[in-house]
């Protein structure tokens, strides 16, 4: 089979990446990469043997498949513009800005048949496709994602830069419509939610009880999994799992046995296993690992946990933190 043509839409600090993993892939032909940034295209361009082009518009008529890697606002309009001329689209998270922007380019992509993808990096982690098998009936989750500041990502809330990732998660894990949303958020360095916390219940009784933070004094990508039998931990950063889970029966005098498991993980990228399975839904039209559903699923949580955190910090505009540790 001809290899996919495909192009990178926007090469900043992520794109450069999707560009380094489309022209290493033998079923992919990186043909060009788009910047409003010109001297980034060609320095991308250059680097992997391919086109540079300033608009995106004249990249449409050389590609089958597109990462666009862009601020989000651009979202919607570059994507629909490529699934417009029937080019596939993978298009990083969140997958627009609002959920009336995402409802459109499903309803696009589902007209003319086309794939569209959404880019949830960790649901492509070696330690989370290892639990595939483990997590069976969640009913409380708790997951930690915390980082040291970086400017990159501050022209949005905390929920949308990190936490919408564990959101991805979650929902995909408990698989039941979402109850209600209780939230809570601060800004402390930058104008923006730089901390937040939001506990969510489901109609299956599941809770979870998310916290992303990028000011904190160290790193920390963890999400633990409590079920009637089970507790299952795993590490996104490490890529490691332990596992937990009861044998037997509580009974008069007695405790039912422990038991632990550490699973074992096979070791990937997981931006290129993100990449590959895009690039397998182009070739084969399956429905893709993430697509634009879920990506609409987890921005209108994101969205409804953003939108609380706004209220609560007008009724109470002195709730920054003044020294966070």
């Excluded at 651009?74 to 922007?101: N, R, Y």
């Excluded at 930690?144 to 979650?170: A, K, N, P, W």
């Excluded at 029966?249 to 590959?276: A, R, W």
Aim: net charge negative.
């Amino acid at each position: 089979m001809d290899r996919v043509k495909v192009g990178v839409v926007g090469v900043g600090y992520l794109g450069r990446y999707h560009a380094e993993k489309y022209a290493n892939l033998p079923q992919t032909e990186l043909v060009g990469v788009a910047d409003t940034s010109v001297e980034k295209a060609r320095e991308v361009a250059g680097a992997w043997n391919t086109r540079a082009f300033a608009d995106y518009r004249d990249l449409i008529p050389h590609v089958q498949a597109v990462s666009i890697v862009v601020p989000t606002p651009l979202h919607c309009a570059i994507a629909s513009d490529f699934l417009k001329h029937g080019v596939d689209v993978l298009v990083e998270k969140p997958i627009t800005a609002t959920l009336e922007e995402a409802e459109g380019l499903i309803a696009l992509a589902r007209d003319k048949g086309l794939i569209l993808q959404v880019g949830h990096l960790e649901r492509f982690n070696a330690a989370i496709v290892a639990t595939r098998d483990s997590i069976r009936n969640p009913m409380f989750i708790e997951s930690h994602r915390l980082s040291f500041f970086q400017e990159r990502g501050t022209d949005v809330d905390v929920i949308l830069d990190l936490m919408i990732h564990d959101i991805d998660i979650i929902l995909n894990m408990v698989k039941s419509p979402v109850r209600e949303i209780h939230a809570v958020g601060v800004p402390v360095i930058s104008q923006h939610i730089d901390i937040a916390n939001a506990r969510i219940e489901f109609q299956n009784g599941c809770v979870a009880n998310i916290t992303a933070s990028r000011i904190s004094d160290k790193t920390m990508r963890k999400i633990r999994v409590f079920e009637p039998d089970a507790y299952i931990s795993i590490d996104y950063a490490a890529k490691e799992v332990q596992v937990y889970r009861k044998i037997g029966e509580t009974s008069s005098g007695t405790y039912p046995e422990i038991v632990s498991e550490q699973i074992s993980i096979d070791e990937k990228d997981s931006l290129e296993e993100e990449i590959k399975a895009f690039i397998k839904s182009v070739r084969t039209r399956e429905t893709p690992v993430v697509p634009g559903e879920a990506g609409r699923e987890a921005l209108k949580v994101a969205l409804e946990i953003v939108e609380q955190t706004r209220v609560k910090i007008k009724q109470n505009p002195e709730s920054r933190i003044q020294n966070p540790e």
